[in-house]
Each structure stands twice: as C-alpha cells, then as structure tokens.
C-alpha cells in the first residue's frame, strides 16, 4: 500500500503565495518522477509541474517563472511554491508519483487532492 497525503492549499488573495506539500509513505523502493496536477470542474486535470529523483523538473507554460517544485528525497516529499497567484489558478491541486514498490512492480499514485483557491 502507498499513500500520498498533501497539505497547504487554502484561500489567498491574488499575488500571494501558497505552498503545497505531499509525502509518500508505504512500501516504496524508490520514488522517480513526482509531480502536481490541477482540476478545475468540468476539465481535465493539468499538469503543473514534475521532478525527477535527480532534480530535473518540468513546468507547464502558464506556471513558469511563479511556482517553483522540490522534492526532499530523504523524505519521500514533493512541493510546490506558489507565488504571484493569480484567481485562474484556483483549482484543486493532485500530487502524483510514479515509483518502483518494494515488491518490483511500477505504480502510479494520485493524491487525494487539495483545494487552491485565488481570489481577486
């Protein structure tokens, strides 16, 4: 069994910042890329931004420049630092890992979600 548990989201006024945090518990071998994914009603979930074990990350365009994604590897945790926010991206906010489990196998994991909302 592997759980991701996220916190930090919450209500902020445009400009402000946010951030995010999800930890990974259970049987893991070895984390690889970890990620956060947003969903507004009625669309598809987005990526937002990923980092691999090694540090190499990915942002979607409309995030680059604002958010900045960690991972702290001894804690099997992934954040996002959200500055400048702006009300479009008030969303609920996934964390996702895909990882090698202790018994071999690949797994991807989603998180529960947390709400993200910006006001104007």
């Known amino acids: 069994q592997v759980q991701l548990v996220e916190s930090g989201g919450g209500l902020v006024q445009g400009g402000g910042s946010l951030r995010l945090s999800c930890v990974a518990s259970?049987?893991?071998?070895?984390?690889?890329?970890m990620g956060w994914y947003r969903q507004t009603p009625g669309n598809q979930r987005d990526l937002v931004a990923t980092v691999t074990s090694g540090g190499g990350t990915n942002y979607a365009d409309s995030v680059k420049g604002r958010f900045t994604i960690s991972r702290d590897n001894a804690k099997n945790t992934v954040y996002l630092q959200m500055n400048s926010l702006k009300p479009e991206d008030t969303a609920v906010y996934y964390c996702?890992?895909?990882?090698?489990?202790?018994?071999?196998?690949?797994?991807?994991?989603w998180g529960q979600g947390t709400l993200v909302t910006v006001s104007s």
């Open positions: 996702n890992a895909k990882l090698i489990r202790m018994d071999g196998w690949y797994l991807e994991v």
């Open positions: 259970g049987s893991i071998l070895s984390l690889n890329v």
